[in-house]
């Protein structure tokens, strides 16, 4: 069965500096793969997605993630965390005949320190 | 183009009532998606609807169920409520599949 892991409950980062969350998946095709943030009471927005190409994508908000196929990863970056990135993130696989039933990981909660 | 929209945002019901949840997609979205987020389970995918047909079910009990209309909007129906069933419920849409799933703010529901 399809799985998200996704190791870390909580991080917490200084103002300014660099950030990885980290997202293993299980899937046996090729994954469709999602980032999506979600602040306190609301719904989830979406950062970025992987379906194909390049392995290194770009999403809003200046983050990044990389497929990695060897590791069965698809790690989140950003390389300097503003205090409006406080949130929960969420990493999520697309599985099911038609690629559109989201498995979800656990989310990662981001705490940013001033 | 407007977003997802949810209707209501807040709900209180007691045990053993029945509930209905609205979600209207993006407009020209015809795929929309149900999801339970509670602090212990996480996130579930509960069905999905495209052309007016469930496509894929998840692992959810047959007190939850939902239907789409031509329009593409979207309803879901909870009976018999339990205590459990206390959760953020989150409507999803898109194009097509596999695509994007743009949610909406959700329905929060509290079961008493």
């Known amino acids: 069965a399809q799985s998200v892991t996704q190791p870390d409950i909580h991080i917490t980062v200084s103002e300014g500096a660099s950030l990885e969350l980290r997202c293993n998946y299980s899937y046996g095709a090729t994954p469709y793969l999602f980032w999506y943030v979600q602040s306190p009471g609301q719904g989830l927005q979406l950062l970025l997605k992987?379906?194909?190409?390049?392995?290194l994508v770009q999403g809003i908000k200046g983050f990044e993630a990389e497929f990695k196929r060897s590791q069965s990863s698809f790690n989140l970056r950003k390389p300097s965390v503003h205090w409006s990135d406080a949130a929960e993130y969420f990493c999520a696989v697309g599985a099911g005949e038609y690629g559109n039933k989201l498995v979800f990981g656990a989310g990662t909660i981001l705490r940013v320190k001033s | 183009k407007a977003g997802v929209t949810q209707t209501p945002r807040y709900l209180i019901k007691t045990r053993g009532q029945q509930v209905t949840l609205s979600c209207s997609p993006i407009?020209?979205?015809?795929?929309v998606s149900w999801y339970q987020q509670t602090p212990g389970q996480g996130l579930q995918f509960l069905f999905e609807y495209f052309s007016e047909t469930q496509r894929n079910k998840g692992n959810f009990p047959g007190r939850f169920s939902g239907r789409q209309f031509s329009n593409s909007r979207s309803e879901m129906n909870v009976s018999t409520l339990e205590l459990g069933d206390s959760a953020l419920y989150l409507c999803?849409?898109?194009?097509?599949?596999?695509?994007?799933?743009?949610f909406g703010p959700g329905t929060r529901l509290l079961v008493l």
């Open positions: 999803a849409s898109s194009t097509r599949t596999p695509e994007t799933q743009y």
């Open positions: 992987y379906f194909s190409g390049d392995t």
């Open positions: 407009s020209g979205h015809r795929s």
